[in-house]
């Protein structure tokens, strides 16, 4: 079993269309979304007709469930929202908040618990994170017999493989980087091989000047800097 794993788009068809041409170099089952699809000022509905596409399941980040509760939106989200047609709202409202892949495959946005709450890392403060310890993050498997387990939420892409031999992977965010010291961006791709997960973190080059010229003729001059150059943490963008 050999799949693919995207997470965080935030819209961002640049970055999103890069990383699918890639996963097509590479011989994959399927693709499997970890939510925050569309909220960013890029092109939201550009990614929701990208990402109906896809077969592997998809599941809504807490950005997504907001566009559907259509309560405590910001501006950004209200930029998406404002751009989404009644094909993507259905698509949106369908999405489960996690799933089950092949049996073995637990899918999770933050945590299992939570789709706003990260898991393999403390949330930002400034422009540092850092892994939890290991008793926090293992507590939030506790309850979860998965050999794998997928989450996304902080951008930051990881692996971790718990004492048990259940293993973590954040695979990073396509759509928007933070804190990580490069524009480009980030996804996994998983394969099973001899009853082992091997995890490989993949970075890909993308037009991200294109990008955040985007987001700044949309009216968003802020998302310039972290799209360009991947330096900087969330503060002041959402």
């Known amino acids: 079993m050999r799949f693919a794993v995207i997470s965080d788009v935030h819209g961002n068809v640049h970055a999103l269309d890069a990383v699918l041409a890639d996963i097509a170099r590479h011989s994959v089952d399927a693709t499997l979304c970890l939510g925050d699809h569309l909220s960013g000022p890029l092109d939201p509905a550009g990614a929701a007709d990208r990402l109906m596409q896809i077969g592997g399941p998809v599941i809504r980040g807490n950005h997504d469930r907001w ?5 405590r939106l910001d501006r950004v989200d209200r930029f998406a929202s404002e751009r989404l047609t009644a ?3 259905r698509w949106l409202e369908q999405m489960p908040a996690t799933a089950v892949f092949a049996g073995e495959v637990f899918l999770c946005h933050g945590t299992p618990q939570s789709d706003t709450e990260p898991w393999l890392d403390g949330w930002f403060e400034g422009r540092q994170t850092a892994l939890p310890d290991e008793a926090s993050v ?3 498997a506790e309850g979860y017999d998965y050999p794998l387990m ?3 939420h902080t951008h930051v892409a990881r692996s971790v493989r718990l004492r048990d031999r259940r293993v ?8 928007l980087q933070l804190v990580h010291g490069s524009p480009d961006a980030r996804y996994a791709i998983i394969e099973r091989r001899e009853g082992h997960w091997i995890t490989e973190l993949r970075v890909v080059e993308y037009d991200h000047h294109a990008a955040a ?6 009216g968003f001059p802020a998302w310039s800097e972290p799209l360009a ?10």
């Open 67 to 71: 566009l559907v509760e259509g309560e």
């Open 229 to 238: 150059t991947g330096w900087m943490g969330p503060q002041g963008l959402f």
């Open 213 to 218: 010229a985007l987001a700044v003729a949309n």
């Open 150 to 152: 997928l989450c996304g």
């Open 138 to 140: 293992a507590a939030m």
């Open 87 to 89: 094909a993507h709202r």
């Open 168 to 175: 973590i992977v954040n695979p990073g965010a396509v759509g």
